[in-house]
């Protein structure tokens, strides 16, 4: 298999208002699809595999019960005001800061906002990549 995620679905509870949030609260680029459906065109992707207890710690949160299902998603940006900026956006749009933007033990800079529905997006600067 080559190591390469197409797409990535996330179950809503509200069709309507999370098309509003990530097409008019984020500006995704939405694509053409059949009814009952929404994608949207993102520009690649990365799996990272991290320690459930440590991901749920760095988000500040309890990896047990229903509010955290051991995944995130990440973004990641060019700078450091650049992922506050996107931090403010997300929650203009709908979207709870979980925790603004700071830096973190890994050597980057990075917050969380959970959207709508409950997942849980990293904003990240990793000078890494």
């Known amino acids: 298999m080559k190591p390469h995620i197409t797409i990535i679905t996330l179950g809503v509870k509200d069709l309507q208002r999370s098309i509003n949030f990530y097409e008019n609260g984020l500006n995704l680029p939405r694509k053409e699809g059949p009814e009952g459906i929404a994608f949207f065109k993102m520009t690649g992707t990365m799996l990272s595999l991290y320690p459930r207890d440590k991901l749920a710690e760095d988000i500040s949160i309890s990896a047990e019960g229903a509010g955290f299902q051991g995944f995130t998603l990440a973004h990641n940006v060019a700078s450091l ?12 749009a709908g979207a709870e800061l979980v925790k603004p933007g700071q830096k973190v033990f890994w050597g980057g800079y990075s917050g969380y906002f959970r959207d709508p529905d409950g997942f849980y997006w990293e904003i990240a600067h990793n000078p890494f990549l």
């Open 81 to 92: 005001s650049e992922v506050d900026q996107t931090l403010e956006e997300a929650v203009a």
